[in-house]
């Protein structure tokens, strides 16, 4: 009985694996012809000043439109290119190119400096000419470094490769914004914070939602917006969905806010006609 069980097992998820895998294989393909087929954009969501109520900078968020399949989320697409290195390198470079060009033109236009904020993969930052295409992208939009931040994911900055601490430092010395996104959710070492030049903590969503329900969330939030003061770092907070919530970073002091309260993120067109005006304009 348990034998035929196990094989009617083995039988019926056998080739359920196999098209799991086939489909991935074949996701990852169309993946790779993605960015010269013109499939992939740009997002941008505003980050909020608390305090003022002023957007002070931007999230660049990846988008992915499949021919076939429509919007694919960046939390399937993105473990995707990471299984290949020479893909999520390209992908990494495409990014910031475009948010640097979309920066360049908005100054062009006239509109007040804003932080573009850019996520960063491990892949990338493994990559021995990372800190070079930083630097010559930089240089050829034209753009103060300091108006540049990266995003590296708490669990990113705690793995030990060789290297991640010089290249973060490295970074840090072209005058570029080292923020931690998604904290809260790596090991809770906080020794990384001690070695490494970082400049913002991004409180994870995972808290910031739970604010209201009474449970662990509000305290740690408050803890990680008092340490971030002490270590005078910038404190963001993630996925603010609703006016209350807002109000209580407001009441801790927490320094910048991000999330579907503000808005969503949004094609640059609309972001531009929802959140930018001309200086003196
Ligand atoms: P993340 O960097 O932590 O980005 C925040 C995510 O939360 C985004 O999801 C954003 O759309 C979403 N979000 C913003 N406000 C709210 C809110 O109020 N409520 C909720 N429920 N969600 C909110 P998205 O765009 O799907 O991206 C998911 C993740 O994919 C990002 O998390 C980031 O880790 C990764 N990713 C996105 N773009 C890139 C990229 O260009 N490069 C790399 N390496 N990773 C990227
Ligand atoms: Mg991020
Ligand atoms: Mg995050
Ligand atoms: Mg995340």
Known sequence: QAKRQGRNTIRFFAPEMHRRAAERRELQGDLRKALEAG?????????????SGNVVGVE???????????????????????????????????VLEQASRQARSWLDAGYPALRISVNVSIVQLRDEHFTDHVRATLEHFRLPPDQLQLELTESLLMTEFKGAADRVRAIERLGVRIAV?????????????????????????????NIAAGGNAAPI???IIRMGQSLRLRVVAEGVEDYDTARYLTAHNCDCAQG????????ATDFEREFLRPLGG
């Open 221 to 223: 939030v408050e803890a």
């Open 260 to 267: 579907f309260y503000y808005s969503k993120p949004l094609p």
């Open 39 to 51: 499939q992939l954009s740009l997002h941008f969501q505003p980050q909020v000043a608390l305090d």
């Open 60 to 94: 660049v968020l990846l988008r992915w439109h499949h021919p076939q399949l429509g919007a694919v989320p960046p939390n399937r697409f993105i473990p995707l290119a990471e299984d290949n290195r020479n893909v999520m390198i390209a992908l990494g470079r495409w």
């Open 181 to 209: 996104d998604d904290f809260g959710t790596g090991y809770s070492s906080l020794s990384y914070l001690k070695n490494l030049p970082v400049d913002e903590l991004k409180i994870d969503q995972s808290f910031v939602h």
